[in-house]
C-alpha cells in the first residue's frame, strides 16, 4: 500500500496517554482537564435533548450560536462579523483547520508554520499536496524571526499558520507581531490562518492578539477558536471558524462534504450558555491560579522553567538533570516514576531536542500535589 502519511506515526499524545495508562501514570501530556465540567451547561445540553434538538443541525451551524459568537467577538476584538455568511461551527479546531487547508491549498503551494508547531498542521499540509516551510522560533522566549519570514515568502506562499496562546510553549504573539505579520501579507493574497483556539486562556493582564484586532488583516485571515477548550469539554469536539465571507464561502464547500454539520444539542446549549460572559472572561484568573500553584508546587525541583504566558501548558527544561533525547526521558518518567509530559522535539519537523517537556495543569489541585511530588524527586 502507497501511504498518503509515510512518516507520520501515532500522534505523540495518543502514545503517550496509552503509556500512561499502561503504567497508571499521573497524566500530564495530553491537554484536557480531569474537573468536571460547569453543571449548567450540562444540564442546558440535556434539556436540548429532552426538547428534540437531536437531528441534523445547519450545515453552517446552528444560527442563534453564530449570533452569540459574533457578539462575543464584537464585545472582545471590536470587529464584526456577519453570522450569516462568515461564521462556522466546526467539530473542534482540529477539524476547522484541516478544513481550512483543504481548501485554499493545491500541489506545490508553500505554508509557513512556526515550531514547535501544533501537530496537527503539517499532516493536513502534506495530505494535500502543500510544503510545509517551517520558521524555528527564536529562543529563549520563542518570539517570531520576521525577518527569517520575509525572506521566506515566495510567489509559492500560499498561507501562514499563526498559534497564539501558543501550543506548546505558552508563548503570545503580541501587538507589534501582528502588525509586522499584516505588513507582510498585505495585497499579496497569502492567507493567515490564525489558530486561537486557547484564546481566553492568557496570564499576567496580558491581552490577547486576536486577528479580528486588525481590520486589514483579517480581510485574508481565518480565526479558529474551541468552544471545548474555553469550557472544559475537550471530548464534545465544537469549536467554530470566522472569515470574511469570500473565504468562508469556499470553506463551506469543503465543510459540507467533511462532516457537514456538527453536534445539534450542544449547540443550542452553548447558545444559551454565551449569554453570560463571565463563562469565559473569569478563565484567565482561574487558569493562572492553577499555573501557578503548580510552579510553587515544583520550585524545589530540578526542573527550569519561565511561567507560560497562556495555554494550560507549561514547559521544563531538564538539562540540569540528564541529556537523554526528550522522547526517551519522557518515555522513562512515565514507566519509572510515574508521570506523563509530551517531548518537545515532535513539534519539529526536524525533531529539534532541546531538552524541554511539556506538562498540562488543567488539573485538579490534587492531581498537581501529587504530580509535584513525583517531579521534586527526579534528580
Known amino acids: 500500500m502507497l501511504s498518503k502519511l509515510p512518516n507520520v506515526p501515532t500522534s505523540i499524545f495518543a502514545k503517550m496517554s496509552k503509556l500512561a495508562a499502561t503504567h497508571k501514570a499521573i497524566n500530564l501530556s495530553q491537554g484536557f482537564p480531569d474537573f468536571k465540567s460547569s453543571e449548567v451547561l450540562i444540564e442546558l445540553v440535556a434539556k436540548a435533548m429532552k426538547d428534540g434538538f437531536n437531528q441534523y443541525a445547519p450545515m453552517q451551524g ?19 462579523y456577519n453570522p450569516e455568511s462568515e461564521i462556522t461551527i466546526t467539530a473542534g ?40 516551510v517551517e520558521i524555528v522560533l527564536a529562543s529563549p522566549d520563542y518570539h517570531v524571526p520576521w525577518e527569517n519570514v520575509k525572506a521566506q515568502i515566495s510567489e509559492k506562499t500560499r498561507m501562514i499558520i499563526i498559534n497564539s496562546p501558543h501550543n506548546p510553549t505558552g508563548a503570545l504573539l503580541s501587538e507589534a507581531d501582528m502588525k509586522e505579520l499584516e505588513s507582510i501579507v498585505k495585497d499579496t493574497g497569502i492567507i493567515v490562518l490564525s489558530d486561537e483556539v486557547y484564546e481566553h486562556i492568557i496570564f499576567d493582564k496580558n491581552t490577547h492578539q486576536s486577528v479580528a484586532r486588525f481590520p ?51 449547540q443550542v446549549a452553548l447558545a444559551e450558555y454565551l449569554k453570560e460572559p463571565e463563562h469565559y472572561l473569569s478563565l484567565p484568573d482561574f487558569y493562572q491560579s492553577k499555573r501557578d500553584y503548580f510552579l510553587k508546587l515544583i520550585q524545589p525541583s530540578s526542573f527550569k ?39 518537545v522535539s515532535v513539534f519539529y519537523e526536524t525533531k529539534l531536542d532541546l531538552k524541554v517537556l511539556r506538562f498540562c495543569f488543567a488539573k485538579k489541585d490534587e492531581t498537581l500535589e501529587k504530580a509535584a511530588e513525583i517531579i521534586n524527586r527526579i534528580k
Not at 485554499?104 to 510545509?132: R, T
Request: hydrophobic letters at 40%.
Open 93 to 132: 479546531g482540529t477539524q476547522a483547520i484541516f478544513t481550512i487547508i483543504t481548501a485554499f491549498v493545491h500541489p506545490g503551494d508553500e505554508v509557513i508554520i512556526f515550531a514547535p508547531a501544533y501537530d496537527c498542521y503539517s499532516p493536513a499540509i502534506a495530505l494535500n499536496g502543500g510544503k510545509v
Open 216 to 266: 486589514v488583516l483579517a480581510k485574508n485571515s481565518f480565526l479558529v477558536a474551541s468552544f471545548g477548550k474555553t469550557f472544559h469539554n475537550t471530548g464534545w469536539k465544537m469549536g467554530y471558524c470566522a472569515a470574511p465571507e469570500d473565504l468562508m464561502s469556499e470553506f463551506r464547500k469543503v465543510h459540507q462534504f467533511n462532516v457537514f454539520n456538527v453536534n445539534h444539542p450542544i
Open 305 to 343: 522553567f519561565k511561567p507560560a504566558s497562556g495555554t494550560y501548558f507549561q514547559l521544563l527544561h531538564y538539562d540540569d538533570i540528564t541529556q537523554e533525547n526528550d522522547e526517551v526521558f519522557a518515555d522513562r518518567l512515565t514507566s519509572e516514576f510515574g508521570i506523563a509530559s509530551i517531548p
Open 62 to 80: 446552528l444560527l442563534s450560536l453564530r449570533e452569540a459568537v459574533a457578539h462575543k467577538i464584537q464585545q472582545l476584538y471590536n470587529y464584526s
